[in-house]
């Protein structure tokens, strides 16, 4: 089998300087850039670093009401069922990176799959990527995931160039829209075993909605979250749908909480985003924590919170 050819592109960055960046690996199917979210040139557009996809497989076992899986997968035949890709593939591409002199960089693993939905067959994904990674200290493989199957991640030994980030909501929120998906309180458990386990452990607290008690109840999560860890980063997020997600959501009650529109699709009224941030941040600060990201937000909220958007740290970057 041929090695798989890495293609390098220059790339203008958030701060104004161009970095030569690996654009695709091979054809692209596995590793490649994502290039959806063009650098903002108004107050509207989206800020989002253009980080490495490791597109490993597509779909997810939970249901949750917002999900882009619904909308980016509508043309496929099996839709948002779990499917991997070919793992001799995965591997031959991820040497190939590995090999290649650029830029220290993320996998992320999560984008078009919840990165622990393969966990109980008979090849866990988990098992077969980390082993990857490990006997190099450049790149590391980052797992986006609501699901905690964590039994073949406690068992790994060498696992320092893994991350492991854990999507979270108010648990009221989670029990309305994030049908199938565990329980809030069982996800923290799971980050919090992963984290004394010494796994890098990140949370991303998203998609905020605006319900009724909002305060009180992404207050509560937080207190959950530090009861039980502290994350190495947690990023923020609000409740967004591209067009194509509304129109293949079958439960569209979120939708009424969605009203600008963005680069990315249509986003909660920007006072409304705002008011959120600004509290949770004020909360998070109360906490003393300061390592906050946001993402997919826009020029004019990163501005309107005073953070700088040219350095950002958020779930998807080193």
Partial sequence: MLAAKVVAWEYPSLDGSRQTLVRRVGDGSIITRFERTPLPQSDSDVVCPHFLELKWATGCPFDCAWCYLKGTLRFMPYKTRPRPKDFGKI????????????????????????????????????????????????????????????KNLLKIGHHDRAVISFSLNACSVAERFEKGAPPVKKRIEAAAQLAEAGYEVRLRIDPMVPVPDWKEKYEDLIDQIFSRLVPKRITLGSLRGLQSTINQATDREWVKYVSEKSGWGKKVAFETRYNMYAHIIGYLRKHD??????CKETVSIWQALDMDRTSIKCNCVL
């Fill in 289 to 294: 924590y300061q390592s906050i990201g946001l």
């Fill in 91 to 150: 591997e031959q591409h991820v040497r190939a990176l590995l090999e290649f002199d650029g830029q220290d960089e993320l996998l992320n693993t999560g984008e078009l799959a919840d990165s622990l939905m393969w966990e109980a067959n008979g090849t866990p994904f988990s098992k077969f990527i980390i082993s990857l990674f490990a006997g190099q200290n450049r790149h590391r493989v980052l797992f986006l995931t609501k699901s905690t199957n964590i």
